[in-house]
């Protein structure tokens, strides 16, 4: 049986009389205008692409922002549209938020306060009071909706990420009876880092409402463990990873969160994928002799601009890749409305051009950039031709991409992926080439090392880690922390 298979059989007989409602601010589909006519799409994300399955079987509810025009228009009065929209199985309640709310809320206290602060990237975080009111607000909003949706029955409610940190304590609250988990996306920073902030208190008792706390990555549930002993008078039981705090037990548990290994190998044979691998080449001029790969939202937290250094240095101290090698950069722009975010975009650009002025000819460019938005086949396309993958970032709770890129390396002379240390994924794949990002020389001959590496060690390493993915996909994520909820709330459920 396959793990989605598991997943769904768990579903079917072990939470088959309790309604099962997900909360997340990013909505799992999308309604948006194409001329006149409506239509849908299934964002990317691993949230989505796990839980999804889990609510078809169940017949729940997922809760989540609202975002278009579209997306107004096909609900229903109370906000909610069956979904999937070719096959409805449940329903997608849509939270609808004003102008100020999203400001505040999301680019505000969610992307300037808990963001930098989460990660190790010295951005220094904004804290607004207002800000802190519209957060407050807008996790009201989204545990009423979420309340409304579990009804007054049994209910399991799973909310997701940095943006609703207080909901789990607004839910129990409410109704003490529920089964309340929740997942921590980002890392969680260390004592010292978080008690700069001001709420730092309220948002401990947030999430302290959960009876299941999930992070990626033993560290972090160390760093959350020694938050709480620093902030509350709260007892910390260390042999269980647990914390009791009035009266309530949370369970603190790592569940590394992954993808869908074998629907990207089956869409790597897929027309659109082809299609796009083309159309690159032919962007390209032709498939070049060696291919470094970066796939990343515009974020200070990826080390881009680190990454271009070490290219910069690569080619430096390598000239022999001159007019062979080409990185291809893909940066989906990313809270384009944040000053800390302009000015990065501002940087990689002038970084790109000083790079390409420095070494390009007529008739080669050694870094090729697009800055926008691009779809899940091209995306597949990208990862799929390269012979390096660069994965830079300077602070990531997991990092997908380092295991969506693993997952396309199906052909015969695999490609080597370089890992920074500061992320998740270097826990688990340890056969990637590890990297500090911060050392420039160190990234760069890093890159060398990929390129030239045996092909008997290239497949040796990807093998083994496909094999590492295979075995703990996104299914076996959502699996593993149902189980612990289950047990944890044993009766209940």
């Known amino acids: 049986m396959s793990h989605r298979e598991a997943l769904q059989d768990f579903v079917r007989t072990k939470v088959k009389a309790t309604r099962v409602v997900v909360v997340s601010n990013r909505q799992p589909y999308m309604h948006t205008y194409e001329g006149d006519r409506i239509i849908w799409r299934r964002p990317a994300g691993g949230v989505v692409v796990a839980l999804d399955p889990v609510l078809r079987v169940a017949k729940g ?125 980002i890392p969680w920073p260390n004592p010292e880092v978080f008690r700069i902030c001001p709420w730092r208190r309220e948002l401990l008792e947030g999430l302290l409402g959960s009876d299941l706390l999930g992070f990626h990555i033993r560290y972090h549930c160390d760093n959350f463990l020694a938050t709480v002993a620093n902030e509350l008078e709260a007892k910390i039981i260390t042999d269980q990873s647990a914390v009791q705090y009035r009266g309530r037990t949370t369970l603190v548990r790592p569940f590394p969160i992954s993808i869908d290994y074998h629907r990207i190998v089956q869409d790597l044979d897929s027309p659109e994928v082809v299609e796009e691998t083309r159309r690159i080449e032919r962007l390209l001029g032709g498939r070049p002799e060696f291919l470094a790969v970066g796939v990343d939202r515009i974020d200070y937290t990826k080390g881009i601009v680190e990454r271009l250094q070490a290219i910069d240095r690569f080619l430096e101290r390598y000239p022999r890749y001159l007019g062979r090698f080409v990185y291809l950069g893909v940066g989906a722009p990313s809270r384009i409305h944040l000053p800390a975010y302009r000015q990065l975009r501002g940087e990689i650009a002038q970084q790109v051009e000083e790079i390409n002025w420095k070494y390009g000819t007529e008739t080669w460019q050694p870094v090729v950039l697009f800055d926008q938005q691009v779809s899940y086949p091209r995306v597949l396309a990208y990862l799929a031709m390269a012979d390096v993958c660069l994965v830079t970032a300077l602070h990531d709770g997991m990092n997908l991409v380092a295991k969506e890129f693993i997952a396309t390396q199906q052909g015969e002379e695999p490609g080597v992926l370089i890992l920074s240390r500061f992320t998740g994924a270097n826990r688990e794949l340890t056969e990637a080439l590890p990297i500090n990002p911060y050392d420039i020389e160190g990234s760069a001959e890093a890159i060398r090392q990929g390129l030239e590496m045996p092909r008997e060690e290239r497949v040796r390493r990807c093998r083994w880690l496909q094999e590492q993915i295979r075995d703990h996909d996104i299914y076996r994520w959502a699996l593993e922390m149902l189980t612990e909820l289950r047990r944890v709330r044993r009766g209940r459920l």
């Open 61 to 185: 509810c997922w809760v989540a922002a609202g975002q278009t025009e579209a997306d107004r228009n096909v609900t229903d009065e109370d906000g909610r549209v069956r979904v999937p929209p070719e096959d409805p199985q449940y329903s997608l309640r849509r939270v609808w938020l004003a102008k100020e709310q999203e400001e505040g809320y999301y680019n505000g206290f969610s992307n300037e306060v808990l963001w930098p602060l989460c990660h190790t990237a010295f951005t220094r975080p904004i804290f607004r009071a207002a800000d802190w009111q519209h957060y407050q607000g807008v996790n009201r909003l989204f545990a009423d909706a979420a309340l409304k949706e579990a009804g007054p029955g049994r209910a399991l409610i799973w909310t997701q990420d940095y943006h609703l940190a207080l909901c789990p304590q607004l839910l129990k609250a409410a109704r003490p009876d529920l089964s309340v988990a929740h997942f921590w996306h």
